[in-house]
């Protein structure tokens, strides 16, 4: 835990950076459950062990369910969301801002042009299904780092375009840690395809070392901040406003 308070802001992205270069980290914790259970029943280490370090497994192509199913609220149908895909989201704009030195707006284009990254991870719901799917799209801590967090940055919150059916925004967060893991994505294909509009288009994150809810479909805005708790009912995501985990390891 120590290592987590110690490590924030923009020493993180230094550290991703290093990270991302490294030889790909052995899957044999996630492929041990003995080991799995025992991290589960000591939360705080499976967050230090897991948190970044930790790879989630990767597939082969043979492996990719194609029919990926579709989960969670409607797909968003209001007028500003229709009318961005109309237009094929050529009007959408990825807002970064909060505590960051350099707020961004960034426009599709300019996201796939800050390099592709795909990798074929399993999504893991906690209502019990799994499906393996080949993401693409921009690393996470990539477009961080153009914003350039703040030291006192602590969380990366994600406002979605879509609502319950009591009106309240779907949003998550990660911590800058986890944020900043080589496989936290930006994905904007699925299996080689843009995203379609029921799994999040145009933008959605793919965290695949945590719960399929940390997911967040239809990103809107990314909002860095120090605390999470003036967000929704305070407790880091839609889900984790009901009682559900925040950190959500697998
Ligand atoms: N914005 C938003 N993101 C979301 C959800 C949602 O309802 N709204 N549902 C989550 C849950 S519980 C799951 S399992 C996955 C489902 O993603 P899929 O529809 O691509 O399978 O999205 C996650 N992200
Ligand atoms: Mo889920």
Not at 99 to 104: E, K, N, Y
Not at 114 to 138: F, M, N, P, Y
Not at 195 to 221: C, E, F, I, M
């Amino acid at each position: 835990m120590k290592r987590r308070e110690i490590i924030t802001g923009a020493a993180m992205f230094a550290a991703a950076s290093a990270l991302a270069g490294c030889a790909k980290i052995t899957n044999a914790l996630n492929e041990n459950d003995a080991i799995k259970s025992v991290l589960h029943a000591a939360e705080p280490l499976n967050h230090a062990v897991i948190g970044t370090r930790g790879e989630a497994k990767l597939y082969p192509d043979s492996a990719i369910d194609r029919e990926f199913r579709v989960n969670g609220f409607d797909t968003p149908s209001d007028s500003a969301y229709a009318a961005l895909r109309r237009d094929g989201f050529a009007s959408y704009k990825l807002v970064v801002e909060g505590l960051v030195d350099r707020p961004q707006a960034f426009t599709l284009a300019q996201l796939r042009a800050l390099g592709s990254l795909t990798q074929t991870t399993r999504h893991d719901c906690v209502e019990g299904w799994s499906a393996i799917g080949k993401w693409s799209g921009v690393r996470l801590s990539s477009v961080l780092a153009l914003a350039a967090p703040q030291t006192r940055a602590r969380y990366v919150i994600f406002h979605c375009l879509d609502r319950s059916s009591d009106g309240d925004p779907y949003y998550e967060s990660l911590d800058m840690h986890q944020a900043a893991h080589p496989q936290a994505l930006l994905a904007l294909d699925l299996n080689e395809r843009p995203l379609d509009a029921d799994h999040g288009a145009p933008v959605r994150l793919r965290v695949p070392t945590q719960l399929g809810y940390k997911s967040a479909k239809w990103v809107g805005r990314i909002e860095v901040a120090d605390s999470f708790k003036n967000v929704g009912s305070g407790k880091g995501g839609y889900w984790e406003d009901q009682g559900y985990d925040w950190y959500a390891g697998i």
